[in-house]
């Protein structure tokens, strides 16, 4: 049965890279070029080139149910057509286990004139079942694979100059406009409020834990209670996000010039201001506990490692606000996003608090907060983060409308 799976390895950049291959271990040349062109050699995190990576090769198993030699299409003028972009879509709705049971039951059906997978038969057997994801999950599936068939009608498009090729683009740009309007509507979470970041008192005793020497830090060794210290106050400073902060270099961070630069993102590199304290503690980690790892563990320059000099995996950054929780009793919600969000509520209020005349214009709080926060253009967490903080003051005020209203009729 055909079948696609992603392989992950460190290059020769020493930055960790993810590929598409086959049954065989093949990897497929054009999903692998359109990752690495469009996604690594930006910045993008590995778990988002995976995930895109992953929606594509899905609809290179809908390619193999149909026989469709995808890798020729996307290749020739012809493209694909509008209803086979539409039936890729349905397909890319289902959740693996449905996809597996139409490639089986494709593998026994003799080419014909259908083609729509929803009249596929088995042989005379009854339809496989087939489970549709959920409407945001099916929905980014879609887009992934639409952009990168847009990836590709890009690359052939500049020999289309005279007819009948502009009518062979034209007709490209239609099937893939055909795929991405059957996205499903969805009213996900992105639609709603950001979730909230952590209060202030719970703040404080965080901080506490991770400072060295305290009797609440659930680490023993200093290497490990200064490294937690240092990543806490980057975490908190610059709502970095995990996967950014692992790929931090020593050579990243600007002493002098109190600066970290974020070489790996999920979406935009960017560089973002610390404190002087976080830039004198960054220092001191690096001369006092880094420097000690033989220099031939610690060749790849990365800032985070253990003891040991190995590359800190998400998995252990993971596990040291796990351990912090366990150690005091803490709740589950503290964890690296979370000093994320409460980054994001500190800075509304921040802004709050500027005189009236210091304040900037709500398109330029938007693309402040988007550049610090590394959110694209297209982002609309900072309108998300927007309607919380206004729902946050208007509770408050109608609070205390409320209480006046009843203190009112008590006197």
């Known amino acids: 049965m055909p079948n696609y799976s992603i392989r992950s390895f460190t290059a020769s950049d020493d930055l960790r890279m993810a590929v598409l291959v086959d049954l065989e271990g093949r990897p497929l040349f054009l999903p692998n070029v359109y990752a690495t062109l469009r996604y690594r050699d930006v910045g993008f995190a590995l778990t988002t080139i995976k995930k895109v990576l992953r929606a594509v090769g899905m609809a290179y198993l809908w390619a193999a149910?149909?026989?469709?030699?995808?890798?020729?299409?996307?290749?020739?003028?012809?493209?694909?057509?509008?209803?086979?972009?539409?039936?890729?879509?349905?397909?890319?709705?289902?959740?693996?286990?449905?996809?597996?049971?139409?490639?089986?039951?494709?593998?026994?059906?003799?080419?014909?004139?259908?083609?729509?997978?929803?009249?596929?038969?088995?042989?005379?057997?009854?339809?496989?079942?087939?489970?549709?994801?959920?409407?945001?999950?099916?929905?980014?599936?879609?887009?992934?694979?639409?952009?990168?068939?847009?990836?590709?009608?890009?690359?052939?498009?500049?020999?289309?100059?005279?007819?009948?090729?502009?009518?062979?683009?034209?007709?490209?740009?239609?099937?893939?406009?055909?795929?991405?309007?059957?996205?499903?509507?969805?009213?996900?979470?992105?639609?709603?409020?950001?979730?909230?970041?952590?209060?202030?008192?719970?703040?404080?005793?965080?901080?506490?834990?991770?400072?060295?020497?305290?009797?609440?830090?659930?680490?023993?060794?200093?290497?490990?209670?200064?490294?937690?210290?240092?990543?806490?106050?980057?975490?908190?400073?610059?709502?970095?996000?995990?996967?950014?902060?692992?790929?931090?270099?020593?050579?990243?961070?600007?002493?002098?010039?109190?600066?970290?630069?974020?070489?790996?993102?999920?979406?935009?590199?960017?560089?973002?201001?610390?404190?002087?304290?976080?830039?004198?503690?960054?220092?001191?980690?690096?001369?006092?506990h880094w420097a000690k790892i033989p220099v031939k563990s610690r060749r790849h320059g990365y800032l985070f490692t253990t003891a040991k000099g190995d590359h800190l995996s998400v998995e252990a950054i993971n596990l040291a606000f796990r351990e912090l929780r366990r150690k005091n009793q803490l709740p589950e919600s503290i964890a690296p996003h979370a000093l994320r969000r409460t980054w994001n509520d500190r800075l509304s209020r921040k802004i709050d608090s500027l005189p009236p005349d210091k304040r900037m214009r709500p398109e330029e709080e938007k693309q402040l907060r988007n550049r610090l926060n590394g959110w694209s253009k297209k982002s609309n967490m900072e309108q998300r983060y927007s309607r919380r903080h206004i729902r946050v003051k208007a509770d408050s005020i109608a609070e205390n409308l409320a209480n006046e209203l009843r203190n009112k009729e008590d006197e």
């Open 65 to 288: 149910t149909r026989k469709i030699d995808l890798e020729v299409e996307l290749r020739s003028e012809c493209f694909l057509s509008v209803e086979q972009c539409e039936d890729l879509a349905f397909f890319l709705r289902l959740d693996r286990a449905a996809q597996d049971r139409l490639v089986e039951a494709s593998l026994d059906v003799r080419e014909s004139k259908v083609v729509r997978l929803e009249q596929v038969r088995s042989g005379g057997t009854p339809n496989p079942k087939r489970t549709l994801l959920s409407a945001v999950e099916g929905g980014y599936r879609i887009r992934a694979v639409a952009n990168f068939l847009q990836f590709n009608h890009e690359r052939i498009k500049p020999n289309a100059s005279q007819k009948p090729r502009k009518d062979f683009a034209k007709a490209r740009e239609n099937a893939i406009a055909a795929l991405r309007a059957q996205e499903p509507r969805a009213t996900s979470s992105d639609e709603g409020d950001a979730p909230e970041g952590l209060a202030e008192d719970l703040m404080t005793v965080i901080e506490a834990a991770f400072e060295p020497g305290s009797m609440t830090n659930p680490f023993q060794s200093d290497f490990h209670q200064y490294r937690n210290h240092l990543m806490y106050w980057i975490f908190t400073e610059t709502a970095i996000r995990r996967s950014e902060l692992r790929y931090i270099k020593v050579e990243d961070i600007d002493h002098a010039a109190r600066r970290v630069k974020v070489r790996v993102s999920k979406t935009i590199a960017r560089t973002l201001p610390i404190s002087e304290k976080t830039a004198d503690d960054f220092h001191e980690f690096v001369m006092k």
